[in-house]
């Protein structure tokens, strides 16, 4: 699966693989019950080692956005393909303390741009339960209301130049 294998910088992230390393960095952003509280419950240590060994070392399917200044990872951004070609998922957690700095709309819209730019992806689509936060930042991204299923809110957004 081709995705992204260098790290792609931003002014204030570095965004790039996960690594063994960002353990407790990603701990500590799965395990807030803030964090997750339209997701699942917040993690426990073994249940973020568990997702971080499977679902993003070896299945590639999320990038850890890294502070630049600090060098911890604030961010978890999931950049993964689906089953149709060319469309891939998008979605994202990052820590507390990063909330409304605009981080989140930085790392994700680098994604995006790296998505349409560099690899052959025709859609990004992404969901949420939360109508507030993550629909702004869908909004801001660029994504359209696609539809709801139940209380799932389906956004998504296409290449520059892309027929539906």
């Known amino acids: 699966m081709k995705t992204l294998t260098e ?19 990603l701990h500590a952003i799965l395990s807030d019950p803030e964090v997750m509280r339209y997701a699942e419950p917040p993690y ?7 997702f971080l060994n499977f679902f993003c070392i070896q299945q590639r399917r999320a990038v850890a956005a890294v502070c630049k200044k600090s060098g911890i ?10 089953k149709q070609p060319g469309v891939w998922e998008m979605g994202w957690f990052f820590h507390r303390s990063c909330w409304r700095q605009g981080l989140a709309y930085e790392g ?15 859609h ?3 969901e949420t339960v939360d109508p507030i936060r993550s629909v702004g930042l869908m909004k801001k991204l660029g994504m359209t209301c696609r539809g709801q299923e139940r209380e799932l809110l389906l956004y998504q957004i296409d290449r520059p130049g892309q027929v539906n």
């Open 44 to 50: 426990s240590l073994e249940q973020t080692e568990a």
């Open 7 to 25: 790290p792609l910088e931003t002014a204030r992230l570095c965004l790039r693989p996960f690594r063994t390393t960002d353990l407790s960095d």
């Open 108 to 122: 994700c819209s680098a994604l995006i741009r790296y998505a349409f730019d560099q690899l052959e992806v025709r």
């Open 73 to 82: 990872v604030i961010g978890y951004i999931l950049f993964s393909p689906l």
């Open 124 to 126: 990004i689509v992404a």
